[in-house]
């Protein structure tokens, strides 16, 4: 559902910087997308994975962080 969500946010995602989004390995159910699926999407809008926390099951949140043509990442500061 996630992917089917910024798929249509097309337009949307050439404005935005960070994404934060559940993410999970896959089948758990109806519509989900795994990790990779969403990753190779948000390239094309050159996003990449910033963070990835996830527990022993695999499923999780992703941060994603715009990187510029020039391969700089969008001001982001990591807290722990």
Do not use: M
Not at 40 to 67: H, M
Request: glycine share 12%; proline share 1%; charged share 25%.
């Amino acid at each position: 559902a996630e992917l089917r969500v910024l798929q249509g946010a097309n337009a949307g995602l050439h404005q935005i910087r960070y994404i934060y989004t559940e993410v999970g390995i896959g089948g758990g159910y109806e519509d989900d997308v795994e990790l990779l699926q969403l990753e190779q999407f948000l390239r094309i809008y050159g996003f990449r994975l910033y963070e990835l926390e996830t527990d022993p099951t695999g499923w999780g949140n992703a941060f994603f962080v715009k990187i510029d043509t020039a391969g700089n990442s969008a001001r982001c500061r990591k807290s722990r």
